[in-house]
């Protein structure tokens, strides 16, 4: 599996981040199925992982157009996709969610829409019209923020390939229902890096 350690990321936290974000792709996203697509990159060890060090959204701005070429410009079979994760920034949902509309303007004016997109993860992460605590907003959850590059050409294919794709998302929904909190919380779906505030207060320690 390919990782990239951003210049300015201690050591320290980039082995902590990842830990966490590992644990998550193989108990939740892979464990629940909630994406029938994860598991073969995982295993052929086609996901990048990108632990920003950026602490504002133009930083974050930057780091996502560098991943961006990045992942246009290298062999599918090397790199099918990107996990920008940014434990640094972005604490709060509304920003992050605000901050969206800026990567979809960072595709447009880079010339992708339509050969690359971008999904998104949160700690917090809340669907319009859910409650804060409602179980299924955990589809979308991860121990820190996220911003997932995608090839749809990857997509397309994985999606004729998968019968009844267009279920996936009614199928997360029962099984995050079925599961509870309880269930979800014993899965260990947690950040172990301090927060930015705190890592902040504190040095920049884990």
């Not at 193989?26 to 060890?45: D, M, R, T, Y």
């Not at 971008?118 to 319009?128: K, T």
């Not at 955990?138 to 923020?145: E, G, H, I, L, S």
């Not at 990857?154 to 029962?174: G, H, L, W």
Request: with cysteine.
């Amino acid at each position: 599996m390919s990782e990239t350690h951003v210049e300015n990321v201690p050591q320290d936290l980039l082995e902590v981040v990842l830990h966490d974000m590992r644990h998550w792709l193989e108990q939740a996203v892979i464990g629940l199925n909630l994406c029938p697509f994860a598991k073969s990159v995982h295993i052929k060890g086609q996901i990048q992982w990108c632990v920003s060090a950026a602490r504002d959204e133009q930083a974050v701005r930057s780091d996502l157009v560098r991943e961006l070429l990045s992942l246009q410009e290298i062999d599918p079979a090397q790199r099918d996709t990107t996990l920008l994760v940014l434990p640094l920034c972005f604490e709060d949902f509304l920003d992050f969610n605000a901050f969206l509309a800026v990567a979809d303007a960072v595709l447009a004016e880079l010339g992708l829409l339509g050969e690359l997109q971008i999904a998104s993860f949160h700690p917090q992460y809340q669907f319009a019209g859910a409650d804060a605590d409602d179980i299924t907003n955990c589809t979308n959850r991860a121990p820190y923020p996220v911003l997932h590059l995608l090839r749809e050409a990857s997509i397309d294919r994985a999606v004729e390939a998968f019968p009844e794709a267009e279920t996936i998302y009614e199928k997360n929904m029962q099984v995050l229902e079925q599961l509870g909190h309880a269930g979800w919380d014993a899965l260990g779906i947690v950040r172990h890096a301090k927060s930015p505030r705190t890592a902040g207060e504190a040095g920049d320690e884990v």
